[in-house]
């Protein structure tokens, strides 16, 4: 099974930019379709993106396109997601996920998908 920590989050000003990684530990973690959801309090969690495990595909929340940028680097079996123009509506604890992927173009878009969740890294950004 994989274990993921993420890490990177804290408080930020509206405007600024934010990098969070996902590491990835266990048994063969870069065959896992990996990405990012999000929950802000009172509500419901949210998908953020995923990136297949080649690499090539990705796909992104609406909220979050042209902003955010995921990467991954097999070889460290790290997930970056970058994070730019930080508004403080991404206020939230985000949450990598990783799914079992016999694909290398999969990549999945809701968390019924999800084999195996982060812990999660607090994200605020204030206005």
């Known amino acids: 099974q994989v274990q993921l920590v993420e890490s990177g989050g804290g408080s930020v000003q509206a405007g600024d930019s934010l990098r969070l990684s996902c590491a990835a530990s266990?048994?063969?973690?870069?065959?896992?379709?990996m990405g990012w959801f999000r929950r802000s309090p009172g509500k419901e969690r949210e998908f953020v993106v995923c990136i297949s495990w080649s690499g090539r595909n990705t796909y992104y929340g609406d909220s979050v396109k042209g902003r955010f940028t995921i990467s991954r680097d097999n070889a460290a079996n790290t997930v970056y997601l970058q994070m730019n123009s930080l508004k403080p509506e991404d206020t939230a604890d985000y949450y990598c996920a990783a799914a079992r992927s016999y694909s290398g173009s999969y990549y999945y878009t809701g968390s019924n998908e999800v084999d195996v969740w982060g812990q999660g890294t607090q994200v605020t950004v204030s206005s």
């Open positions: 266990g048994r063969t973690p870069n065959i896992y379709a």
